[in-house]
């Protein structure tokens, strides 16, 4: 036989050697989850390897990824039920605990790289990502709140600005709020191709922000589309958008794959709470290697053509690395 792939498999040295696709810990964003308080640690039962944590907890950690190597964080806060309005008023007040957290973590790592979650879902009382007004989310008068919010984050501290909320026309108001602040210098991500996902449930339980009532689905996209989510992008980019992201990561490979190819900014892609815990649950069960299998599925999110991946694991990946 002429051709035999196999010999390029022959030792372990050559395989590394023919090995097309890497991940390394500067791929890698870990998600963190802040609460009020002080000594606030506590595991999330539907994510087990994640823990929503106070700030003095969260700088504990961030201390110990930093000297993994891992220096990129995307935090997103858990807001209390009293600190929740209509109008989300309490995303830009200018004593929130995520602002001034985040102005904290920045003074003490100046060199991570902390990315913001803009949406309001969190301080809105009706759990939608944008302004509820006879019982539907309107899109323009939303966009003043996301800038504000925008604004204050990069006020803040936070390095990248990354809207989550879906609602048509955010980046370029975003671009231009924080421009007219004087904000050029930071970096707006913007969730793309966010779909109407069933796998956010962990993280809407970490956070307690799930919609109170009707679902996300007339912002978030149809997971049944591919066309759509190259028109958010093109308006996304054209737009101002430094990167934009697929989320989820793992059902949606194809997305990511199409965007890679098509586009030159970078490509993000969120692993989300739900693909996370399936491994997980299925590991705790023993019907998966959990050694194996988690690495194997953030790689197949890296082989698909995400620069950048938004994972769980990238903490638990941190450690696998160092110890390589
Ligand atoms: C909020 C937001 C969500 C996630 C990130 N930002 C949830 C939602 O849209 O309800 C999900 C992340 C995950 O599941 O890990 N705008």
Known sequence: MLRRPRRNRVSPTIRKMVQETTLQVSDLVLPLFLVEGTKVDEQITSLPVARRMSLDVILEEVNTCVSLGLKQFILFPSIPENR??????YSYAKDNFYLTAANTIKSKFPDICLISDVAMDPYNSDGHDGLVVDGKIVNDPT?????KMAVAQAEAGFDIIAPSDMMDGRVEHIRTALDEHGYEDKLILAYTAKY?????????DALDSAPKSGDKKTYQMNPANVNEAHIEAELDIAEGADMIMVKPAMHYLDVINEFKASY???IVAYHVSGECAQLLAASRLGWLDYDQAMPEAVLSIKRAGADIIITYFAKELAIKFSKA
């Open 84 to 89: 929740k309005d209509t109008i989300a008023s």
């Open 143 to 147: 966009l003043p709140i996301l800038a």
């Open 196 to 204: 109407a996902s069933a796998f956010y449930g962990p993280f809407r």
């Open 264 to 266: 030159d900014i970078p």
